[in-house]
């Protein structure tokens, strides 16, 4: 079984909900009439495999802020990686969304010394290692412009499936949400400082605790439709970056910005 290529370049609409670790398997059994697990999830002992994410940021959360503006365009820029222990292909990512719909720009790097394009010690140029030249170039452009820095790393464990009847709509499950303070550019977790972030405070309900997702292209397929009707399905805006965020600094929106500009000033 071969893997399969990651698409570098995704224009979709992404619409969350929160669920019960007891709808995991009914929800797969409805979707498994449509779908089949993707290769991760096929590989994977349990069907779960684990995502991290380093998130970038200015020194004063320009961009954790700006998720904050009703009706603005919100982004993230993070290095995702995959496995306990990643090891490359890395992917260098700038996800912008407005509302439901996102268009995310992934590059994909296959050097162990990765950090290197970022920290300035090895210069950006045409290699045949980098994937997408133009991507590379946009992501490290953000980077620059906002003086983004490592702040925090993220880790789940993820389900998947791949609709076998639309050209492209996904559902994922996550679950076991985990953190850690990140101010290096470091990809790999250390479980002695993982916190789990998938609690009654950041969900609100002591019950629900997987985000699960509908992710298709710009017409949403009627199964899916069918999927939330049968299920009823709430849909809730969530962000890992934020709520990671949020509970690793045990503080609301308001206060964290304040301190974190008052700590940078």
Not at 83 to 90: A, M, Q, T
Not at 113 to 127: K, S, V
Not at 200 to 223: M, Q, S
Request: hydrophobic share 35%.
């Amino acid at each position: 079984m071969s893997a399969p290529v990651s698409p570098l370049l995704l224009e979709r609409y992404e619409l969350k909900y929160l669920v019960p670790l007891g709808l995991i398997e009914p929800i797969s059994k409805h979707v498994s009439i449509y779908c089949e697990m993707d290769y991760y999830s096929k590989i994977a002992d349990d069907h779960f495999y684990t995502i991290n994410s380093l998130y970038l940021d200015s020194p004063r959360l320009h961009i954790l802020q700006s998720k904050e503006n009703a009706g603005a365009s919100k982004f993230n820029l993070r290095i995702r990686s995959y496995g306990s222990n990643p090891r490359p292909p890395y992917f260098f990512e700038v996800k912008h969304k407005l509302h439901q719909f996102i268009k995310k720009k992934r590059v994909k790097v296959y050097r162990e010394n990765w950090d290197r394009l970022l920290t300035g010690e090895e210069p950006f140029y045409e290699d045949s290692e980098l994937v997408n030249q133009e991507y590379l170039g946009h992501f490290l452009n953000m980077v620059e412009t906002y003086n983004a820095k490592p702040q925090i790393l993220t880790q789940y464990r993820r389900k998947a499936y791949l609709s076998l009847i639309d050209n492209y709509a996904r559902v994922t499950f996550d679950r076991d949400l985990r953190f850690q303070i990140q101010d290096n550019y470091n990809l790999t977790p250390d479980s002695q400082k993982m916190t789990h972030y998938d609690f009654p405070e950041i969900f609100g309900d002591a019950c629900h605790n997987v985000i699960l997702e509908l992710k298709c292209e710009r017409k949403i397929p009627i199964w899916f439709i069918d999927l939330i009707k049968t299920f009823e399905l709430v849909k809730i805006n969530f962000s890992k970056f934020g709520n990671a965020m949020q509970a690793a600094y045990g503080q609301n929106d308001d206060q964290l910005f304040l301190h974190y500009a008052l700590d940078q000033s």
